[in-house]
């Protein structure tokens, strides 16, 4: 082994990577690979939208919260609008965060939405208006997912700004108090 | 906690986070920018816990984490849920919920009984009908999702012709009716929230699921047609409060006859499907 190589940083949480790419990947190969074996339309569209789904779930409740520290829902609060609630762990943890893990969640995020686009215009080509049907969910769950979390990422570092400078405000009158009372 | 006095002159063990989450409370409480809305808090929901600050300290230990699992959170005080506006952070006092931290079974769990408690919400006679904009706060899209699916599968199950096109007619027919329903409430000039009607019109799809099934299970049509009226009138009162609360009272009539029609149409295909 060369001793002067830096040690490669490795994935710091391999499981829930795996399950991010997992459904992902499940629900393209299905969907690509099952004309080939199943006749029925039914079983493909069941089958590939209860992945996208599950997918769905995963990447929004475990894998965006363990690999990148971002959460975001949608609340209706008591006067009945609807409000997007955005959560992330502070700067600290979020700088601490492997980085080959969010390297993964965010292109593994973006090349799915790519791929499930070239799908729709390939059954779109065809005039398959059932598989279009199909590519449709599968593209809107995760274009959610996408919209969802980029959405978050900026809203924490808005968060971070703001804090950061209003620590200093009160940070500084703190000590402008404190230096009057041992006076 | 208020500014203290005497400030210690030497220099604690606290951690930074420790140190700026005091502050933050501290600053909270004399601070003149932070608003409370002058009412009861809401009751607690059995559902999702609204981060009450900022920053949400992590469990993450210093050394990387040979497994994925996280650690459980600290037993928490459920926090008052503040009206905010769109995007920004509610600020709350004490420890906050961490729900980026919770274990992955405790996110299950919670989605899985908020599916449940809307369901008999919606469907089922409760005393929150009378206020429908409080009745489905907690929208969600997985019942709906499960419900329409179910309705599709059963009615291809039931077809001995062409099993795929009437899923795939089933299905389309369902979303597409729901968003179309949606808007048409919008244009009328009601005040509804997109995903919430979404999803209470996929909740009342339910009683017709159970009617499909019974439909399927039995193939007289006497029995169909009292199993798919009843069903339908089922969904129709279920949905009734909450359409005809969100318009001008003069077009409920133009907001509710679509629902019932679509509803109907479902019903035909019931019936109809042999």
Request: hydrophobic residues 50%; proline residues 7%; contains cysteine.
């Amino acid at each position: 082994m060369d001793p002067n190589q830096p040690p490669v940083e490795n994935y710091a949480n391999p499981k829930t990577c795996l399950f991010h790419v997992l459904f992902k990947g499940a629900a393209l190969a299905f969907y690509i690979l099952s004309a080939l074996f199943f006749n029925s339309f039914v079983i493909i569209f069941v089958v590939t939208v209860l992945l996208a789904a599950l997918d769905f779930w995963v990447v929004k409740n475990v894998s965006g919260r363990i690999l990148v520290g971002l959460r975001w829902w949608n609340e209706i609060n008591d006067l009945g609008e609807s409000v997007w609630k955005f959560e992330s762990l502070d700067q600290e943890s979020l700088a601490r965060m492997n980085k080959k893990d969010s390297w993964l969640f965010w292109w593994t995020l973006y090349l799915a939405a790519a791929a499930w686009l070239v799908l729709g215009i390939f059954s779109l080509i065809r005039f398959q208006a059932d598989y279009l049907l199909v590519v449709g969910v599968c593209l809107s769950l995760n274009a959610a997912n996408i919209i969802g979390f980029t959405k978050c990422k900026k809203d924490a570092k808005k968060q971070f700004q703001q804090f950061a400078s209003q620590t200093i405000a009160s940070r500084f009158q703190s000590t402008v108090q404190s230096a009057f009372t041992l006076v | 906690m208020s500014h203290n006095d005497t400030i210690p002159l030497y220099q604690s063990s606290q951690s930074d986070i420790d140190e700026i989450e005091n502050m933050m409370n501290g600053g909270l409480q004399s601070g003149p920018g932070t608003v409370l809305p002058a009412r009861p808090p809401s009751p607690i929901r059995p559902s999702i816990p609204v981060s009450s600050s900022p920053f949400v300290q992590s469990n993450l230990p210093p050394l990387p984490p040979s497994s994925s699992s996280v650690p459980a959170p600290p037993s928490l005080p459920p926090a008052v849920n503040f009206g905010s506006s769109e995007g920004s952070k509610t600020i709350g006092f004490g420890s906050p919920p961490n729900t980026l931290t919770e274990p992955v079974w405790d996110t299950v769990k919670r989605d899985l009984s908020r599916i449940v408690s809307n369901l008999k919400l919606v469907v089922f006679p409760n005393p929150n009908r009378e206020d429908p904009g409080k009745a489905l706060r907690d929208w969600d899209l997985w019942g709906p999702f499960f419900f329409i699916v179910f309705l599709g599968l059963t009615l291809s199950w039931s077809a001995s012709v062409k099993k795929s096109e009437v899923f795939a007619v089933a299905f389309a027919l369902l979303a597409a009716g729901a968003v179309i329903l949606t808007l048409n409430v919008l244009l009328l000039g009601g005040h509804i929230i997109f995903f919430q009607s979404l999803s209470l019109l996929g909740y009342c799809l339910f009683p017709l699921d159970v009617g499909a099934v019974i439909c399927m299970l039995k193939d007289n049509v006497i029995l169909k047609m009292i199993v798919v009226t009843v069903t339908l009138a089922w969904s129709s009162w279920a949905a009734y409060p909450f359409m005809s609360a969100a318009v001008n009272p003069r077009r409920k009539a133009l907001a509710l006859y679509p629902v019932f029609l679509m509803y109907v149409s479902v019903g035909f295909l019931i019936i109809a499907i042999d």
